[in-house]
T-cell receptor, first 115, second 114 residues
Framework: AQSVTQLDSQVPVFEEAPVELRCNYS??????LFWYVQYPNQGLQLLLK??????LVKGINGFEAEFNKSQTSFHLRKPSVHISDTAEYFC?????????????FGTGTQLKVEL | ETGVTQTPRHLVMGMTNKKSLKCEQH?????MYWYKQSAKKPLELMFV???????ENNSVPSRFSPECPNSSHLFLHLHTLQPEDSALYLC?????????????FGPGTRLTVL
């Protein structure tokens, strides 16, 4: 079985401040890792994904994430947030053995950027 | 983003009604998905279709009936639903059905069952 844990349900942050959204996963086999963003009244949009290679992955809108295999983490970071980053962020994994293309999601983190 | 469209965007139905959700993708993809997003719960995969064939049914109750007439269209037929079925239903598509194939999501249909 696999699971994805996003410990922070809400993260308030001031504009231009850095932010880190945490994601931990558990899996007995290797996984691919994803971060999606959902703006109000919209579907999910892929921010970035880790498949292999460099553990630091850069995505859209200035976001990046680092895969840490020993800590089974894939935290999302942005050095300076903007009001427009206010949204819900979802971490997800796909198991490479027997998982097909089945995404398993965390419960999401609501990022609220304030002036 | 208009790659994956869903209609209607909002739907209110009684428990005895029959309704259908429609999804259309304009990306030339071969795989399509239905997900359920309930408040405070992770997104749940419901069904997967690849080249019009159902490849995954994630133990979904039979009151939800999917249909995939071609690779561009996906329907979710609803009948005798329960109030706990109220949720945002998201459709997604991907080029292939492999783990590395990025899934692109539509805006969802907000369903309320009275």
């Amino acid at each position: 079985a696999q699971s994805v844990t996003q410990l922070d349900s809400q993260v308030p942050v001031f504009e231009e401040a850095p932010v880190e959204l945490r994601c931990n996963y558990s899996s007995s086999v290797s996984v691919y890792l994803f971060w999606y963003v959902q703006y109000p009244n919209q579907g999910l949009q892929l921010l970035l994904k880790y498949l292999s290679g460099s553990t630091l992955v850069k995505g859209i809108n200035g976001f990046e994430a680092e895969f840490n295999k020993s800590q089974t983490s894939f935290h999302l970071r942005k050095p300076s947030v903007h009001i427009s980053d206010t949204a819900e962020y979802f971490c997800a994994v796909i198991r490479l053995t027997g998982g097909g293309n089945k995404l398993t999601f965390g419960t999401g983190t609501q990022l609220k950027v304030e002036l | 983003e208009t790659g994956v469209t869903q209609t209607p965007r909002h739907l209110v139905m009684g428990m005895t009604n029959k309704k259908s959700l429609k999804c259309e993708q304009h990306l030339g993809h071969n795989a399509m998905y239905w997900y359920k997003q309930s408040a405070k719960k992770p997104l749940e995969l419901m069904f997967v279709y690849n080249f019009k064939e159902q490849t995954e049914n994630n133990s979904v109750p039979s009151r939800f009936s999917p249909e995939c007439p071609n690779s561009s269209h996906l329907f979710l037929h609803l009948h005798t639903l329960q109030p706990e079925d109220s949720a945002l239903y998201l459709c997604a598509s991907s080029q292939g059905a492999g783990a590395a194939d990025t899934q692109y999501f539509g805006p969802g249909t907000r369903l309320t069952v009275l």
